[in-house]
């Protein structure tokens, strides 16, 4: 399975950036997909999490309102839409498959990685 991440970039506080993660090697609409992210210095932390239909979504709180989680199954890809961002938000944004259907916010729960994607937001 091979998850590929990408746009990430450079972006000003109160701007909008969407990440892209493409998925091959694997059934893309049997399984769960999420996004996590980490900064400098710190653990990787959930994001945003949906389910197998799409149906179903799930936000940290740090982000619930300004990002919107997205997946288009025929193109196998998951979508990141980050609006109103802010300093905090930057970190390597990094997708995953789920080992499962459902939504869930767990690492341990994701089994396949993408290499990341750099997200810089200025002040």
């Known amino acids: 399975v091979q998850l590929q991440a990408s746009g990430g970039g450079l972006v000003q506080a109160g701007g909008s950036r969407r990440l892209s993660c493409a998925a091959s090697?694997?059934?893309?609409?049997?399984?769960?997909m999420g996004w996590f992210r980490q900064a400098p210095g710190k653990e990787r932390e959930f994001v945003a999490t949906?389910?197998?239909?799409?149906?179903?979504?799930y936000y940290a709180d740090s982000v619930k309102g300004r990002f919107t989680i997205s997946r288009d199954n025929a193109k196998n890809t998951v979508y990141l839409q980050m609006n109103s961002l802010k300093p905090e938000d930057t970190a390597v944004y990094y997708c995953a498959t789920g080992t499962g259907r459902y939504t869930t916010t767990r690492k341990y729960e994701y089994d396949y990685w993408g290499q990341g994607t750099q997200v810089t937001v200025s002040s």
């Open positions: 949906i389910s197998w239909t799409g149906g179903s979504t």
């Open positions: 090697g694997r059934t893309f609409s049997a399984y769960a």
